[in-house]
C-alpha cells in the first residue's frame, strides 16, 4: 500500500505522520504538495493539522485554489482512502466529503489535552480492528473540534455506522464533562457512507511509541493499517 501525506503552507502534522507512518510502521510514504495536480498512484491518504495559510494575505487562503485539495473527491471516488486529523478533519468536512461540519471549541480557546475515545461501531476500517469495549488515549490540540451535525443528519450517521469515536472518561463514561470541545453527541471521529473517508479529532500519530507497541497511537493506526492492506 503507498500511502500520501497533504504539505500545505501553515500545515505541522505532516512532519509527524511521515515519520510515524514511514519510520514506525514501515509504510511506503511520500509527500504530496498542496499545488500538485493529482496522487492517483496512492492508495491512502492522511491531512495532518495546522494553520492554512498563517501570515498570508487576510481575507484570502493559500488553498482556495489547492490543485491538491481539489482532487480529493474524484480520489475518494475511485476508492482511495482518506484520514484528516484535527485541521484535516476540517478540510474534509468543507469539501463535503464528511457529514457535518466543525465549529470553534464550545469557549471559544485552543485546546490542548489528552483525551480518552470509545469505538462507537466495528464496521469500519478505522475500527473494526479495535477493541469495540476497548478505551484508548491520544491529544487533541485544536480551536475548531467543535463537531455538529444537526438531528436528522445524525440518526442517518447511526444507522449507517459512520461514527467512529466519542469522547469518554478513563472509564468508558460518555458525559458531558469530558466533552472539552462541545461536540454533538461527544463526538471524535466520523466517516462517509462509503467508509473510506475519516476524520478525526484526536491525533493518534502524537500517541505512538517507538519503543513498544502498547502505545494507544500504535493500537489505532496498527489496526486501522492492517485493515486496509488485508
Request: proline share 5%; glycine share 12%.
Amino acid at each position: 500500500m503507498k500511502i500520501g501525506v497533504l504539505k500545505y503552507p501553515g500545515g505541522h502534522g505532516d512532519t509527524e505522520l511521515i515519520h510515524i507512518l514511514g519510520d514506525h510502521f514501515n509504510m511506503d510514504v511520500r509527500e504530496i504538495w498542496y499545488r500538485e495536480e493529482a496522487y492517483a498512484d496512492i492508495d491512502l491518504l492522511f491531512i495532518g493539522g495546522g494553520f492554512p495559510c498563517k501570515n498570508t494575505v487576510p481575507g484570502k487562503s493559500c488553498l482556495d485554489e489547492s490543485p491538491a485539495l481539489n482532487f480529493l473527491p474524484e480520489f475518494a471516488k475511485n476508492g482511495g482512502a482518506i484520514v484528516g486529523v484535527g485541521n484535516g478533519f476540517r478540510f474534509l468536512s468543507e469539501a463535503g466529503l464528511l457529514p457535518g461540519e466543525l465549529q470553534q471549541n464550545s469557549g471559544e480557546k485552543f485546546i490542548c489535552r489528552q483525551v480518552y475515545l470509545k469505538p462507537e461501531n466495528h464496521v469500519s476500517h478505522m475500527t473494526s480492528g479495535l477493541d469495540p469495549e476497548g478505551i484508548y488515549r491520544a491529544p487533541i490540540a485544536t480551536a475548531y473540534g467543535n463537531y455538529r451535525a444537526d438531528d436528522d443528519t445524525l440518526v442517518r450517521m447511526r444507522q449507517e455506522g459512520q461514527i467512529l469515536f466519542r469522547y469518554c472518561d478513563y472509564e468508558g463514561r460518555i458525559t458531558e464533562a469530558v466533552n472539552f470541545t462541545g461536540a454533538t453527541d461527544n463526538i471524535a471521529g466520523v466517516c462517509n457512507r462509503e467508509k473510506n473517508v475519516f476524520g478525526l479529532i484526536p491525533q493518534p500519530e502524537r500517541a505512538v511509541s517507538e519503543f513498544g507497541s502498547k502505545a494507544d497511537g500504535n493500537i489505532i493506526l496498527g489496526a486501522f493499517l492492517g485493515e486496509l492492506t488485508k
